[in-house]
């Protein structure tokens, strides 16, 4: 069981940090809202990756951990596994409030502006922030997978 919680919580580790890094690819090559048919494309494409990869993996990563935190006794008294389950808790919300949410919202937002129902110059407001967001999630990742392979443990320097 222990196993196929970490492989679980891997799996969602990767899904999560493969997810956050396709969409900064897509930022990256996003057209401007002038462009608006291809502009509309590309964040259909992006609500899709954050709605279809990006959440699961997310929650992948926050249930398997808490499972793994609740059956291995080894856990609950690691510091660096508390470290990781705070951090996670606050990539969690985060992932919703600054990356799930704009993202559909965005891509709702142009195909609405494709069909003339709003005006395309609404468009591209969240792109900076989406942006600053998606490199500060992936450098927390970064560090909670660093933590879960390096397992730092406390140890006192002889007195």
Known sequence: MRRFIKFMHTMGAIGFMGAMACLLVLLSFTPAPASLSEYALMRAAMGGIATWIFLPSLGLILVAGLLAMGINSAYQSAWWAWAKL??????????????????????????????????????????????????????????????????????????
């Not at 494709?114 to 970064?142: F, I, N, Q």
Request: aromatic content about 8%; overall charge negative.
């Open 86 to 159: 705070a951090s996670g808790m606050l990539v969690f919300e985060w992932g919703f409030a600054a990356v799930q949410g704009p993202m559909q919202q965005e891509a709702e937002l142009s195909a609405r502006a494709l069909a003339h129902e709003v005006d395309p110059a609404t468009l591209a407001a969240s792109l900076g922030a989406e942006w600053s967001s998606l490199w500060v999630m992936l450098a927390v990742a970064t560090a909670n997978v660093i933590l879960g392979v390096w397992r730092p443990r406390l140890t006192r320097l002889p007195d």
